[in-house]
């Protein structure tokens, strides 16, 4: 069969497979096999064994099951907990202190664990039933948490960035430093729709007790004194990576012998603990590595099929605009990330799409970035955002799905105008790592 028509099958074996709901990796997997047999016959399937091997035997790779672990023992000490506490009480004059003091948690607790997922549940869990008895708007409160949750997608030590180096051929301590100060700009935007809502409705964020926070600070000392443990953790996984003392793996390994001795300070050990902490991460680390191989075989095929390069030359002699090109781009990540989960739409889209963005001269560094802001965009829009799904289930039950969606639809336009920002301002991106 020509290229087309195996394209063609491929293509909707894929599109079949998701419909029915096989697992992304099955889906990948077979369709990918399907489509090799077509074109090279079945001893073409030689080929599979060594296209996996060749990537999943990196040394990088193995930074991705060491940084989930390191995200279950943070999710099992309750650093989540003290950070949120600290950030509330330091900011209890400010309206809207309880949300800010969500978003800020939620970046610090992003830049200790890299799940998306883990953040805002572990945010969750304590400010939202917070919020709702302050008074706060149900739409707030859930959008909030949520939204800020998606963060560490983007900040460091964020997996999907490490996927991405891994597919794209580019250094993952690169895509870290190079994450910071996005991760910081778009921080800060949210917490001035926050700060600017308020302002405008403060009915929806109504002021905390004063007196009780007060009483809390006074009784407790200093709160921030908890959360140097957690400063301390950041600064060995980042500053470790950034002065180039350690690699993102090994700075992964530092990161989990230090949540393991923080978690044992705090006493929060013990076996059932660590058999939770161990049974999530082999499942959300064999959950990812299988998605990722059987996407290797399908950049595989893709590769074989020339399909990337056919599409680069048809994009070349339409003359479409660079800005056109882009804005299909991103359009296409974010209806890929309406229907799947994070790494698939990273797995999938960047053997496709990366030849484009080179074609038109643009930074492999700054698309990785950029793609990991349009997937934050994804984990907070229905049907499948993920963050939606778990916010859901940690709020009472007269709080439905399409309320916190509503919820997180002003963060979804904040992340928009980030793209955009980004797009226009790339060095925004691109200084830190080239400084």
Same mark, same amino acid.
């Given at each position: 069969?020509?290229?087309?028509?195996?394209?063609?099958?491929?293509?909707?074996? @894929?599109?079949?497979?998701? +419909?029915?709901?096989?697992?992304?990796?099955?889906?990948?997997?077979?369709?990918?096999?399907?489509?090799?047999?077509? /074109?090279?016959?079945?001893?073409?399937?030689?080929?599979?064994?060594?296209?996996? =091997?060749?990537?999943?035997?990196?040394?990088?790779?193995?930074?991705?099951?060491?940084?989930?672990?390191?995200?279950?023992?943070?999710?099992?000490?309750?650093?989540?907990?003290?950070?949120?506490? !600290?950030?509330?009480?330091?900011?209890?004059?400010?309206?809207?202190?309880?949300?800010?003091?969500?978003?800020? +948690?939620?970046? $610090?607790?992003?830049?200790?664990?890299?799940?998306?997922?883990?953040? !805002?549940?572990?945010?969750?869990?304590? +400010?939202?039933?917070?919020?709702? %008895?302050?008074? /706060?708007? %149900?739409?707030?409160?859930?959008?909030?948490? #949520?939204? #800020?949750?998606?963060?560490?997608?983007?900040?460091?030590?964020?997996?999907?960035?490490?996927? *991405?180096?891994?597919? #794209?051929?580019?250094?993952?301590?690169? @895509?870290?430093?190079?994450?910071?100060?996005?991760? $910081?700009?778009?921080?800060?935007?949210?917490?001035? *729709?926050?700060?600017?809502?308020? &302002?405008?409705?403060?009915?929806?964020?109504?002021?905390?007790?004063?007196?009780?926070?007060?009483?809390?600070?006074?009784?407790?000392?200093?709160? &921030?004194?908890?959360?140097?443990?957690?400063?301390?953790?950041?600064?060995?996984?980042?500053?470790? $990576? /950034?002065?180039?003392? !350690?690699?993102?793996?090994?700075?992964? +390994?530092?990161?989990?012998?230090?949540?393991?001795?923080?978690?044992?300070?705090? %006493?929060?050990?013990? &076996?059932?603990?660590?058999?939770?902490?161990?049974?999530?991460?082999? *499942?959300?680390?064999?959950?990812?590595?299988?998605?990722?191989?059987?996407? @290797?075989?399908?950049? =595989?095929?893709?590769?074989?099929?020339?399909?990337?390069?056919?599409?680069?030359? &048809?994009?070349?002699?339409?003359?479409?605009?660079?800005?056109?090109?882009?804005?299909?781009?991103?359009?296409?990540? $974010?209806?890929?990330?309406?229907?799947?989960?994070?790494?698939?739409?990273?797995?999938? #889209?960047?053997?496709?799409?990366?030849?484009?963005?080179?074609?038109?001269? /643009?930074?492999?560094i700054w698309f990785g970035i950029v793609m990991a802001v349009v997937t934050e965009m994804a984990v907070i829009t229905p049907p499948v955002g993920l963050n939606l799904f778990v916010i859901k289930g940690l709020s009472p039950s007269d709080v439905s799905l399409m309320t916190v969606a509503r919820g997180s639809m002003p963060f979804f336009f904040i992340l928009a105008f980030a793209v955009v920002l980004f797009t226009i301002f790339p060095q925004l991106i691109l200084w830190l790592p080239f400084a």
């Open positions: 069969m020509g290229n087309v028509e195996v394209t063609m099958v491929v293509l909707a074996l @894929l599109f079949t497979f998701m +419909a029915i709901g096989l697992p992304i990796f099955v889906t990948l997997g077979v369709s990918s096999m399907v489509g090799i047999i077509l /074109y090279q016959g079945v001893g073409g399937l030689s080929a599979v064994t060594g296209v996996m =091997y060749d990537r999943m035997s990196t040394f990088t790779l193995v930074a991705v099951p060491l940084f989930i672990l390191m995200g279950e023992i943070i999710f099992a000490s309750g650093l989540g907990s003290d950070i949120y506490r !600290a950030i509330r009480i330091s900011l209890r004059k400010v309206r809207g202190s309880l949300a800010i003091a969500s978003i800020f +948690a939620c970046t $610090i607790f992003g830049a200790m664990c890299g799940v998306s997922l883990a953040g !805002a549940a572990t945010i969750g869990k304590f +400010a939202i039933p917070e919020m709702l %008895k302050a008074g /706060y708007d %149900k739409r707030i409160a859930t959008g909030v948490v #949520a939204s #800020a949750g998606s963060l560490a997608l983007l900040i460091p030590p964020s997996v999907g960035l490490i996927l *991405y180096g891994l597919v #794209a051929g580019e250094s993952v301590g690169t @895509l870290f430093i190079a994450a910071v100060i996005p991760g $910081i700009i778009i921080a800060l935007m949210m917490v001035a *729709y926050i700060v600017i809502y308020g &302002w405008f409705r403060p009915e929806s964020m109504p002021s905390v007790n004063i007196e009780d926070l007060e009483k809390e600070s006074g009784e407790a000392g200093n709160p &921030w004194l908890v959360t140097l443990p957690a400063l301390f953790l950041v600064i060995a996984v980042l500053g470790s $990576i /950034y002065f180039g003392i !350690a690699s993102p793996t090994e700075s992964a +390994a530092i990161g989990c012998v230090g949540s393991l001795l923080i978690a044992a300070i705090k %006493k929060k050990l013990n &076996w059932a603990t660590i058999r939770h902490i161990v049974r999530e991460s082999v *499942y959300t680390s064999g959950m990812i590595l299988a998605i990722l191989s059987s996407a @290797l075989v399908f950049g =595989y095929l893709l590769t074989r099929l020339r399909l990337p390069q056919e599409l680069v030359g &048809w994009i070349v002699e339409q003359g479409f605009s660079e800005i056109m090109v882009l804005f299909t781009i991103f359009i296409v990540l $974010i209806i890929m990330g309406m229907f799947l989960d994070v790494v698939s739409v990273i797995l999938i #889209a960047t053997p496709l799409l990366l030849p484009i963005i080179k074609t038109f001269q /643009y930074d492999p």
